[in-house]
């Protein structure tokens, strides 16, 4: 069965405690995989696009990389407004037009 | 501004009370989809569209239905909403299919 799995859960940081979020997922085939932020009460917003081992994307403070079986998403230097749950999404191959979701882990930033 | 504008934002209504939400998107976008997050579930795909009058089933459809009769609009109907179907709808479009999305506001359901 394919699936995508977050983890931690929750996570709490400092201000400026860097740290990772991790995305694996057991998929038949992947065509690509996404990042989302959502902040409370709001509809998610697209982070990243990486399709293949080894790519990387930045943006700020936020970075991703991507393996064959799971993704990170790394955070440097943390500031309070990153607050906000982070998604994974994993778009299959073969011709499915299905995106799955992970569960989301939820950050916050504590100055 | 580019945007998905879903409308309510927030509904209560009692168990068989058909209701529909609309959503409309301003992009020209040919993709359109329809999700539901509940706690510890995460986002899952009721119906979506490849482009007008082309619907399929996502991961959870029973209980719903959708049309696309136009490009921008993708409404969501529920026939006989019932318990089960409290929850956050959202509704989400891009230029070719899924993976980077454009999400609504998501209207919360409560179905008592």
Known sequence: EDQ??????ALRLQE???SSLNCSYTVSGLRGLFWYRQ????GPEFLFTLYSA?????????????????????????????????????????GYNKLIFGAGTRLAVHP | EAQVTQN??????????????TCSQNMNHEYMSWYRQDPGL?????????????TDKGDVPEG???????KRNFPLILESPSPNQTSLYFCASSFVGPGELFFGEGSRLTVL
């Open chain 1, 39 to 42: 902040d409370p009460g709001k």
């Open chain 2, 42 to 54: 995460g986002l899952r795909q009721i119906y979506y569209s490849m482009n007008v009058e082309v």
């Open chain 1, 16 to 18: 400026g405690e860097s």
């Open chain 1, 4 to 9: 995508v799995t977050q983890s931690p859960e």
């Open chain 2, 8 to 21: 309510p934002r927030y509904l209560i209504t009692v168990t068989g009370k058909k209701l529909t939400v």
């Open chain 2, 64 to 70: 719903y239905k959708v049309s696309r009769k136009e």
């Open chain 1, 54 to 94: 080894g790519e990387e994307k930045e943006k700020e403070r936020l970075k991703a990389t991507l393996t064959k079986k799971e993704s990170f998403l790394h955070i440097t230097a943390p500031k309070p407004e990153d607050s906000a749950t982070y998604l994974c999404a994993v778009l299959l191959s073969g």
